[in-house]
T-cell receptor, first 112, second 114 residues
Framework: AQSVTQLGSHVSVSEGALVLLRCNYSSSVPPYLFWYVQYPNQGLQLLLKYTSAATLVKGINGFEAEFKKSETSFHLTKPSAHMSDAAEYFCAVSQSASKIIFGSGTRLSIRP | DSGVTQTPKHLITATGQRVTLRCSPRSGDLSVYWYQQSLDQGLQFLIQYYNGEERAKGNILERFSAQQFPDLHSELNLSSLELGDSALYFC?????????????FGPGTRLTVT
């Protein structure tokens, strides 16, 4: 069965610092992987998607994620955090036609 | 704006009541998904419809049901409501129901059961 584990329910970084949100997946076949962001009182918005075309995936708002099969990881990074990046981030995996499995989410806080 | 619309935005009702949540998918999307988001359970997949047919069920209670109409909009019916049903309910849509297709989420309906 496929699953997703997000390490750290809450991450806090200073403005301008590197953002690193960790995600590990479990899947018996090559998965499709996603990162979504949820701003307060809003729905989820797709940040980026991995579909095996390239291991380094660039998304919106300066975020990118690297697929590492040997580590079964798909960590999300951004070189320099902005205050506007404060939100909840969800890693997700899709292996079947029917659904996406979401991780438990990581709340990102940005310190001035 | 994802192109997915949900109504109403907020809903307050009493225990034992029944409510209907409505979702219109993005233009051209055939698949609709319903999710429940609560503080203790996180984001839970409830059910998926594809072109009018139920395709998959997740953690959906028997008190809950859904359908997708010929115009592809979907409704989620919640009955015999309990306090624990208070949550955000999201609808999402995708082009097809196959893996690899990202889902686009609506703004959600916040249900409060008192």
């Amino acid at each position: 069965a496929q699953s997703v584990t997000q390490l750290g329910s809450h991450v806090s970084v200073s403005e301008g610092a590197l953002v690193l949100l960790r995600c590990n997946y479990s899947s018996s076949v090559p998965p499709y992987l996603f990162w979504y962001v949820q701003y307060p009182n809003q729905g989820l918005q797709l940040l980026l998607k991995y579909t095996s075309a390239a291991t380094l995936v660039k998304g919106i708002n300066g975020f990118e994620a690297e697929f590492k099969k040997s580590e079964t990881s798909f960590h999300l990074t951004k070189p320099s955090a902005h205050m506007s990046d404060a939100a909840e981030y969800f890693c997700a995996v899709s292996q079947s036609a029917s659904k996406i499995i979401f991780g438990s989410g990581t709340r990102l806080s940005i310190r001035p | 704006d994802s192109g997915v619309t949900q109504t109403p935005k907020h809903l307050i009702t009493a225990t034992g009541q029944r409510v209907t949540l409505r979702c219109s998918p993005r233009s051209g999307d055939l698949s609709v998904y319903w999710y429940q988001q609560s503080l203790d359970q996180g984001l839970q997949f409830l059910i998926q419809y594809y072109n009018g047919e139920e395709r998959a069920k997740g953690n959906i209670l028997e008190r809950f049901s859904a359908q997708q109409f010929p115009d592809l909009h979907s409704e989620l019916n919640l009955s015999s409501l309990e306090l624990g049903d208070s949550a955000l309910y999201f609808c999402a849509s995708s082009v097809e129901g196959t893996s690899g297709h990202e889902q686009y989420f609506g703004p959600g309906t916040r249900l409060t059961v008192t």
